[in-house]
């Protein structure tokens, strides 16, 4: 029996961004919105930039509505919100949302795109992975226990069904998975640390690179089980020098020393696999009495270690509400680019582990602050940067969210009104589930995204749209505008449902023209109007 | 899209002249023949380099086409034939390009090592591997990003793969450089998808409600900064109604019937013959796959059919484009995932062999004539003048007049169009 000793060394010098004094960070007890509100508005009075102004009701819900359940409020939802004189009605709203079942799915679906295996493009994982974040989002699941849960997944706790996928799929290729669990659980891309050290960044060296690959080099696939060998090393030449033996180092530059370092890793072969594991046995091999990956999640976890895990949710959760990081690019997080608010950051992240990685308290701090809530226009000729949260970003819908949002606007807004919370989730959770088609056809959006022409193309000149969205059917929208006697009643009702606003003068004369135009077929009429709504960039972006 | 427009005095010159032929009248919809406008077309050759790619997807063997090895015990039943350049032989299966050659540079110096599929195909597309936080763009991408207007009315990539073995492995990729510059793929037929108007949309309709949303995308736009995103989305609506118009340059009937006879009536010639009309009217990359050429066994039956065709189509390409002025502006390349092993096996094939193989180009600034790369007597290992994908991306980026170490840019990370260190082979640039 091999004992092993283990020893954590603190490395002599701290590789991570220093961390700001307590001292130096508003108090712990201020709420969320409060404190975000507080700095950003500090940062942009010290650089003499003036905020937009605060959005209207019309563009708030639906921009809480897009962001929190991925749709547009239905017109009888909109209606009430900007109607109701209640002060507490943002709150209430966001409550709601965030109870919603469609919360989850919507959140759900979004880390899975973070974090699924994106094999060439468009393979997305068998939604196992998918499943196992609707899951966790819909109890709250702390950020911390998913990230272990997904690094070290238990296969028989139900619970965690589908979080393997999330290492499965990468295992056999250990560079890719090292630079996705840094990538995604740590925020740093040191993918071009493996053959050199960084040439701006001193934070990332090979031996970061390489240190973190030491703790998951271990990890092997074999017949859909994941298993893990006791021991092995990884070795690599560095640019300079002979070749060295990687110590397991965690980003902050954390050393986990371990007794017996065992023979270089090797593929396992039959015989060197792990003794209860047989050829064609489905049940995982029992973990190693030292398990490298396990450490790695023990030392991320610890205090001193954790603010790289925390400060990366943050920045994560706060691009996706409001279009910009804090640290931009997401995947480089380190002293040579900083955040923009470093203070907000630090804050953020501590009041985050302090508060046990509770992912919904975080997202209802950061959408009910003003700067959340700003409007997206602005009268400026040259507008701040992005990094100052002046103005509200645009967002353009990912490819569930129109088309789910699609089938919605295209729906009788009557067939909405007094519907109870779970009758309502119904509807959007049809909506959703009949949108897979045309949601296939569009692109995930991405930073610095680009709307090819091929996605014009298609709603041009594909059917999919007259057949699945602008058809006559039962309590289509269609149906009900074509009996519509009032064409200014109609353009209105149609506008409305689509963007949740009534028509501008102009908007109602130019729709109203075209329709009485073509007055002989009143269906196609008003099926090509909804055309240009539904094509149009106000319904194309959340706003 | 404004943003893209660099204000040079040719470009406004074409965008009028462009849209003058496609605006206003519901007659613009049934197309722009650009070829038939000989201002337009004499404008456009002045200007920018292309690319027809002729993908050989499978992996060609180079013993059967530009590096023959007659009487070695690799080298198959097949002679060299001496070409147009004195010393330099090809397989006898190509006797019309042995009359080309002063034409054409060939590199047989390849050393790619990569040799599956998916990751050569991949690797020989980009010139260099996909690193874990990269994804890079494809050679079709770049030519896009480089050479294409921003209100371009044709498309800007073009790739053909209408065979079902190894489509899936080389796909066209944009990578980081986005959607904008993505490949319009065509696999079931020559025609793109969603290029015509449906049936039951009125001419009418189709133009007026994309005026409807024009006007709703004006309100929209004022008081919001046109951003990267917000721009692309309408300038992808305002591209729809020239993209549908090009429909006809996917067209070969529009083609006298003695030049479609030239190209034949195989499907790689006819869609070589579409290739020649879309960078003819300005489309910056079209590659046309021609599968499957992965002979791992029945090689030589296989090349005994293949390479013929290939000959007829690649020397009716030069030559056409040639007649048409276009030989210093239209870059024709062959290349493949990889070559073939010398070695051949017990079912009379060849394997895949990435470690001493060749590719082609003939036109643009590539030197016509010129060889590099020397494989040893077998054609097992090269002996000297050895390429990787590297320097042969960063030797096309050159022989095309693009600068191979110019940045693009990913947030702040700069991005050379090839890893850094990689040297252009000049002795091959004319």
Not at chain 2, 67 to 73: L, V
Not at chain 2, 118 to 124: E, H, L, R, T, V
Not at chain 2, 299 to 326: C, Q, S, W, Y
Request: aromatic share 8%.
């Amino acid at each position: 029996m091999r004992t092993l000793c283990l020893a954590l060394a603190m490395t002599a010098f701290w590789l991570s961004p220093p961390v700001l004094a307590a001292a130096d960070l508003p108090p712990a007890s201020l709420a969320i919105f409060d404190v975000i509100d507080q700095q950003i508005d500090h940062v942009m009075k010290a650089n003499d930039i003036k905020p937009a102004a605060q959005a209207d009701d019309r563009t708030i819900i639906r921009r809480l509505s897009l962001d929190l359940i991925g749709s547009i409020p239905t017109l009888p939802e909109v209606e009430a919100y900007a109607a109701s004189t209640d002060p507490q009605k943002r709150g209430k709203l966001v409550d709601r949302l965030i109870a919603s079942p469609a919360y989850s799915r919507y959140q759900g679906a979004q880390f899975d795109v973070m974090l699924g295996y994106a094999g060439s493009g468009r393979n997305r994982g068998t939604g196992a992975l998918r499943d196992y974040l609707v899951g966790a989002i819909a109890e709250n699941r702390p950020w911390d226990r998913m990230f272990r849960e997904m690094m070290l997944p238990n296969e028989s706790e139900a619970k965690q069904k589908g979080a393997i996928e999330f290492l499965k799929p990468r295992i056999a290729d250990q560079d890719r998975l090292t630079n996705d669990v840094s990538v995604n659980f740590f925020g740093v891309n040191v993918s071009c640390a493996q053959c050199h050290d960084h040439p701006l960044v001193k934070d990332w060296t090979q031996d970061h690179y390489f240190g973190m690959k030491s703790f998951l080099a271990r990890t092997f696939e074999k017949n859909g089980v994941i298993g893990e060998q006791p021991s092995g090393v990884v070795k690599f030449k560095p640019n300079k020098g002979p070749e060295k033996t990687a110590k397991m180092m965690f980003l902050t530059g954390t050393i986990v020393e371990e007794g017996n370092q065992g023979s270089p890793i090797e593929k396992p072969k039959p015989g060197k696999n792990p003794p209860k594991e047989k050829p064609g046995d489905k049940v995982a091999p029992s973990a190693p009495s030292f398990s490298a990956r396990a450490k790695l999640v023990d030392v991320a976890l610890q205090p001193e270690n954790a603010d790289l895990i925390a400060r990366s949710i943050v920045n994560r959760i706060w691009h996706r509400f409001l279009g910009y990081g804090l640290v931009a690019p997401l995947d480089q997080m380190h002293s040579e680019n900083p955040a923009s608010h470093p203070e907000l950051l630090e804050w953020l992240a501590r009041d985050v582990a302090t508060h046990k990685y509770d992912l919904n308290r975080l997202v209802r701090g950061v959408v009910l602050s003003k700067t959340y809530s700003l409007s997206s226009k602005t009268d400026s000729e040259s507008p701040p940067g992005a990094q100052y949260f002046a103005v509200a970003q645009l967002k353009p819908l990912t490819p569930l969210q129109l088309a789910t949002s699609l089938k919605l606007a295209t729906q009788d807004p009557a067939t909405f009104h007094g519907l109870s919370p779970a009758d309502l989730d119904k509807k959007i959770d049809a909506a959703e589930k009949s949108s897979r088609g045309l949601a296939n056809l569009v692109a995930q959006p991405t930073d610095d995204f680009q709307i090819g022409v091929g996605e014009a193309l298609v709603f041009s000149n594909s059917d999919i749209l007259t057949r699945e969205y602008l058809a006559e059917g039962k309590d289509s929208l269609l149906a009900k505008l074509k009996s519509e006697k009032d064409v200014k009643a109609g353009v209105e009702l149609m506008v409305k449902s689509f963007l949740g606003r009534a028509p501008t003068p102009v908007e109602s004369e130019a729709l109203a023209a075209f329709v009485t135009k073509r007055s002989a077929n009143p269906t196609e009429a008003y099926r090509q109007a909804m055309w240009a709504l539904a094509t149009c960039p106000e319904f194309r972006f959340n706003y | 899209m404004l943003k893209n427009f660099c204000g040079s005095p040719e470009h406004s010159v074409n965008r009028r002249a462009f849209l003058g032929s496609t605006l206003g009248t519901a007659a613009a919809m049934t197309g722009l023949n650009a070829l038939a406008e000989p201002a337009l077309a004499a404008e456009l050759k002045k200007t920018q380099k292309r690319v027809i790619l002729l993908w050989l997807a499978g992996g060609a063997s180079q013993l059967e086409t530009f590096d023959p090895k007659p009487g070695a015990a690799t080298g198959g039943p097949f002679r060299a034939i001496p070409t147009d350049v004195p010393g330099t032989h090809i397989s006898e299966l190509m006797p019309q390009m042995a009359k080309r050659m002063k034409n054409t540079l060939v590199i047989r110096g390849l050393n790619t090592k990569i040799a599956d599929h998916g990751g050569a195909a991949k690797i020989m597309m980009r010139g260099r591997r996909d690193e874990a936080g990269i994804r890079y763009p494809d050679l079709g991408a770049v030519m896009a990003r480089e050479m294409a207007r921003a209100d371009s009315q044709v498309p800007d990539y073009v790739t053909f793969y209408t065979q079902t073995e190894g489509r899936g492995m080389a796909p066209g990729d944009p990578g980081f450089l986005g959607a904008r510059f993505g490949p319009m793929e065509l696999t079931t037929n020559n025609t793109p998808d969603f290029i015509r108007k449906l049936e039951s949309v009125s001419v009418l309709d189709h133009k007026e409600r994309a005026d409807l949303r024009d006007l709703l995308s004006k309100q929209f736009v004022k008081g919001r900064s046109l951003g990267e995103t917000l721009g692309s989305h309408n300038e992808a609506y305002e591209r729809v109604r020239g993209i549908m118009a090009s429909e006809k340059l996917f067209d070969i009937n529009q083609e006298p019937e003695k030049v479609r006879d030239r190209y034949g009536k195989s499907q790689f010639g006819q869609q070589a013959l579409i290739a020649r009309r879309l960078v003819e009217a300005g489309v910056p990359f079209v590659r046309v796959g021609r599968a499957w050429w992965d002979s791992h066994g029945q090689n030589f039956e296989t090349h005994a059919e293949m390479v013929p065709e290939l000959d007829h189509v690649m020397t009716t390409l030069i030559d056409d484009l040639k007649e048409r002025g276009l030989s210093n502006d239209v870059m024709i390349v062959t290349l493949a995932e990889f070559g073939r092993t010398p070695t051949i096996n017990a079912s009379l094939g060849r394997d895949h062999f990435a470690s001493a193989w060749s590719m082609t180009m003939t036109g643009g600034k590539a030197k016509g004539g010129a060889v590099w790369g020397k494989s040893d007597p077998k054609g097992a290992t090269i002996v000297d003048q050895e390429v990787n994908a590297s320097s042969l991306f960063a030797t096309i980026y050159s022989a095309l007049g693009i600068n191979p170490h110019k940045n693009y840019y990913l947030g702040s990370r700069p991005v050379p169009l090839v890893n850094p260190g990689t040297e252009v082979i000049e002795d091959v640039i004319a």
